[in-house]
């Protein structure tokens, strides 16, 4: 069978789900009575933002939440509220979103990237302990594609060396690790709202934590450098304006009553191609110990033979499945390492950068059956790639 790229019938022809959805009836409700009311900001007034910040900090377990503009200003304002300084260094992983390193800029501390798991890509322990110096103040697990990061071994050694824990939970709404919910493990979490989100109000982001003091450091950072319950303009400390609109915390809302059919959905969706691809030399890359929940951002798929990645992204596409290359290790962006960023040898993150692919959301949100078609495209594709240049 030729391959679409060389003039063959693609695999799929149909159209994936477009994220995100259309808006639901709730959704246009609430946002109508935001703006009729004119309480669009989040200090007029309206009471979404209060809303959203309560419901999430209810989904984390604790009991404190700030919304912000988008995740990576809430990492940089978790990281400023928990304490981090200037020079002060934070222990991040190689394999992520760039976001989770110029955060730590943006405190102005210094990242220092370390390797991950090479079974399921996650932030190792073992790595971080390493990397500890007594200059280092914090470590920022991601939750990488939705699934939890090994959220006790990474706490064992925060609480050996004192280190403050914000995790990355831009990627995982409604994931949980050993039955607790994400977001409140460490000192701070940390959800986006971007337009790639299992939520979206095209952009946006909220913290959550578990102690009044972080809680009120952090919320100063985010309001100017007030005191929460102080005067409007007293400013007794440096802030910055990081806040969410009432106008997105009221789209986001009414998600919150679809969000487990969601996931249930996208699971289920994982598991059908993890049966299909069965005899094809991919498997999926396992989710860490201790996952009870995965909120499925992405389908991670590792490549267990050698293929040429570009080729594969660029067959799969034509062939109407497309898929991502994946993160390139942060240690080999020059931006970050210019920037005073430091980088320990990653060899499991480099192979991860060969031979790791993703399936995006919107595809996880297709109808089961249309799981097959994941497992012929990449069939199809691999089967020539012995024959290409």
Partial sequence: MKLAIDGGTPVRTDPWPAWPPPLDAAQRERVGEVLESGLWGATQGGTACAELTAAFAGLSGVPYGVAVGN???????????????????????????????????????????????????????????????ERTAAIMPVHLAGSPADMDALNAVAARHGLAVVEDAAQAHGATYRGRPIGGLGDAGVYSFQASKAMTAGEGGLIVCREESAYEAIWSVCNLGRKLGG??????????????????????????????????????????????????????????????GDSRHLLMLRLTEPVDKAFLVEAMAAEGVP???????LGTMAALTDAGARAEPCPATEEAARSVVWIRQSMLMDDVDRAADVARALAKVLEHRKARP
């Fill in 71 to 133: 995740a990576t200003l809430g990492l940089f304002a978790a990281l400023r509220g928990l304490g981090v300084r200037l020079g002060d260094e934070v222990i991040v992983p190689a394999y992520t979103f760039v976001a989770s390193a110029t955060s730590v800029l943006l405190a102005g501390a210094v990242p220092v990237i370390v390797d991950v798991d090479p079974v399921d890509l996650h932030l190792s322990a073992g790595a971080v302990e390493a990397a500890v110096t």
């Fill in 231 to 292: 005067q409007w303009y007293g400013h007794p400390s440096v802030g910055w304006n990081l806040r969410l609109t009432e106008i997105q915390a009221a789209l986001l809302l009414p998600w919150l009553d679809r969000l487990d059919g969601e996931l249930a959905r996208r699971n289920a969706f994982c598991a059908a191609v993890e049966r299909e691809i069965a005899g094809l030399p991919v498997s999926v890359v396992p989710r860490p110990e201790g996952t009870t």
């Fill in 323 to 329: 898929v991502d290359a994946g993160y390139p290790p």
